[in-house]
Antibody
Framework: QVLLVQAGPALQKPGASVRVSCRASGYTFTSYGISWVRQAPGQGLEWLGWISTYSGNTNLGQKFRDRLTMTTDTSTATVYMDLRGLTSDDTALYYC????????????WGQGTLVTVSS | DIVMTQTPVSSSVTLGQPASISCRSSQSLEHSDGNTYLSWLQQRPGQPPRLLIYEISKRFSGVPDRFSGSGAGTDFTLTITRVEAEDVGLYYCMQNTHFPHTFGQGTKVEIK
């Protein structure tokens, strides 16, 4: 079955960077893209961006474009999200989610990675 | 960016009774390919979101048939025909038609 396993929680200081990983299994990795969505404590869902695991092309939210990078490693079926210049506003649960079917994104979700930004 | 507006913010429902949630987008979600990429997600307490409905009205794998979606253009509705205890949680609409993808603010469903 489709499984997305995310790395454990991270605690970072303001101004630092964080890398969140998402390892996929149970399907052909390069056939479906991956979205990243975050949820601040007690808040709703916020879309960060999407990466094609086939080509590596990305579509990133304008708000994050200057400090967000998404990459893919097909040898390990893993997608990475790197966020730089962290502030306390970046404290959130970060989810990866696989495309569902053509045109529909975020069909299968990882369990989330809690990123806490605190001095 | 497309703004997605959900109503109500919260809904208290008696077990076995219906519930509906509305979602309005700030512009049409019809894609140039003719499809409308409007999804509904459920988030149970302490869980990641789960895709329920895609392309307005198609139930995703494993979703019970008491969940249904309808609408077109800019107005959409999620209906639960008979609410069960396991339906408690937050519900989000999401548009996949245009980048950046955007979500509604969420609707909390609880049991009365």
């Amino acid at each position: 079955q489709v499984l997305l396993v995310q790395a454990g929680p991270a605690l970072q200081k303001p101004g630092a960077s964080v890398r969140v990983s998402c390892r996929a299994s149970g399907y052909t990795f390069t056939s479906y893209g991956i979205s990243w969505v975050r949820q601040a404590p007690g808040q709703g869902l916020e879309w960060l961006g999407w990466i094609s695991t086939y080509s590596g092309n990305t579509n990133l939210g304008q708000k994050f474009r200057d400090r967000l990078t998404m990459t893919t490693d097909t040898s390990t079926a893993t997608v990475y999200m790197d966020l730089r210049g962290l502030t306390s506003d970046d404290t959130a649960l970060y989810y990866c989610a696989r495309d569902a079917v053509r045109g529909t994104y975020a069909g299968y979700w990882g369990q989330g990675t809690l990123v806490t930004v605190s001095s | 960016d497309i703004v997605m507006t959900q109503t109500p913010v919260s809904s208290s429902v008696t077990l076995g009774q219906p519930a509906s949630i509305s979602c309005r987008s700030s512009q049409s979600l019809e894609h140039s390919d003719g499809n409308t990429y409007l999804s509904w997600l459920q988030q149970r307490p302490g869980q990641p979101p789960r895709l329920l409905i895609y392309e307005i009205s198609k139930r995703f794998s494993g979703v019970p048939d008491r969940f249904s979606g309808s609408g077109a253009g800019t107005d959409f509705t999620l209906t639960i025909t008979r609410v069960e205890a396991e339906d408690v949680g937050l519900y989000y609409c999401m548009q996949n038609t245009h980048f950046p993808h955007t979500f509604g603010q969420g609707t909390k469903v609880e049991i009365k």
